[in-house]
Each structure stands twice: as structure tokens, then as C-alpha cells.
Nanobody, 126 residues
Framework: QVQLVESGGGSVQAGGSLRLSCAAS????????MAWFRQTPGKQRDGVAA???????AYADSVKGRFTISKDNAKNILYLQMNNLKPEDTAMYYC?????????????????????WGQGTQVTVS
């Protein structure tokens, strides 16, 4: 089992920045594909950004150029740097980990590709 714990959420004004962190523990594999998803009440959980075992990254169109996903393999921590935040970025953000070190490009931002999930951290942009 893999445990994921997110942190770094909060309230920020439009145009501001936040950095989310996700600490992984348990039966972790530093090469596992990991990702960030977000969800607002009543809507589905959508993929925001993903990174695979080779460092390949993928982003949702809505965050390209503003968000950056990265990973510290030595510390088993996943990050999401979010710049130029907009009110529509308001959501609960979840960290996810897959069993694979590689996924097809079309699968990187799909919820069903991931096996482990954190409890989420709230981001509110006003």
C-alpha cells in the first residue's frame, strides 16, 4: 500500500501562486507515475498534471504555462507549482500514484489509471 498526504493548499488572490506538496510513504516506487487531479463539488475529478518515471510530463490545457509538476525522487515528494492562479482553479486538489512507471499519453490524466489517492488539499482563488 502507498499512502499519500497532500499539503500546501490555501486561499490566494487571483494572479498569486501556491505550491502543493504530496508526500508518499509505504510501498513506494520512485519511478511510479504520479499526478495531480482536482475536483469541485458536483463535478468529476479531472487530471491537472502528471509525471512518469522518466520525467515526462503532461498537463491539462487549462493549466499549461501556469502549473509545473515535479518530483523529488530521493524524498518521495511530488510538487505542483501553481502560478497566475485564476478563480476557476478553485478546487480540492488530489495527489495520485499509479502502479506503473509509464502510461500511454492518453492515460496520464485519466482517473482510472491511478491506484492510490491522497485525501486532498483545498485551493481557493478569489
Amino acid at each position: 500500500q502507498v499512502q499519500l498526504v497532500e499539503s500546501g493548499g490555501g486561499s490566494v488572490q487571483a494572479g498569486g501562486s501556491l505550491r502543493l506538496s504530496c508526500a508518499a510513504s509505504g510501498a513506494t516506487d520512485s519511478r511510479s507515475v504520479m499526478a495531480w487531479f482536482r475536483q469541485t463539488p458536483g463535478k468529476q475529478r479531472d487530471g491537472v498534471a502528471a509525471i512518469d518515471g522518466d520525467g515526462f510530463t503532461a498537463y491539462a490545457d487549462s493549466v499549461k504555462g501556469r502549473f509545473t509538476i515535479s518530483k523529488d525522487n530521493a524524498k518521495n515528494i511530488l510538487y505542483l507549482q501553481m502560478n497566475n492562479l485564476k478563480p476557476e482553479d478553485t478546487a480540492m486538489y488530489y495527489c495520485a500514484s499509479a502502479l506503473s512507471s509509464r502510461l500511454g499519453n492518453s492515460l496520464l490524466l485519466r482517473r482510472g489509471s491511478y491506484n492510490y489517492w491522497g485525501q486532498g488539499t483545498q485551493v481557493t482563488v478569489s
